[in-house]
Structure formats: C-alpha cells, structure tokens
C-alpha cells in the first residue's frame, strides 16, 4: 500500500506547479515533446493535483474510522 504522504506531495508539487505557470507567461509548454496550451498544461496538472488530495483525504478518513 502507497504511503498517504506520496498523496500530500503529489498535492503540493502540481499546486506549485500551476502557481508556476502563472508567475512565468508563456503560451504554451512542451511536455514529451508535444507542445500544448498552456491551459491544457493547467488543466492536467489541475486534475492530477485534485485527485492526488481526494485519495489523500479518502485515506485519511479510512484510517480514522
């Protein structure tokens, strides 16, 4: 079983990420070689940060209860 702190992380570094993108402007990113919006990048990063603190806070309720 993963470590609910890997959850935390994950959570933070997409957070950090995204503010990231804000702070330096650019149109677009090239992520594997492929270049993309910049809100296509957002949006990616948005949704595994999301996911990242639902399962973070699914586990920690399994935990207490």
Do not use: H, P
């Not at 090239?30 to 990616?44: C, K, P």
């Amino acid at each position: 079983m993963r470590s609910n702190t890997w959850n935390l992380v994950w959570t933070l570094i997409g957070a950090v990420i995204i503010m990231m993108t804000f702070v330096n402007t650019s149109d677009s990113k090239i992520v594997f070689g492929i270049e993309i919006d910049i809100w296509v990048y957002r949006g990616l990063w948005g949704l595994i940060t999301v996911a990242s603190f639902v399962s973070y806070l699914k586990r920690k309720k399994e935990e207490a209860g």
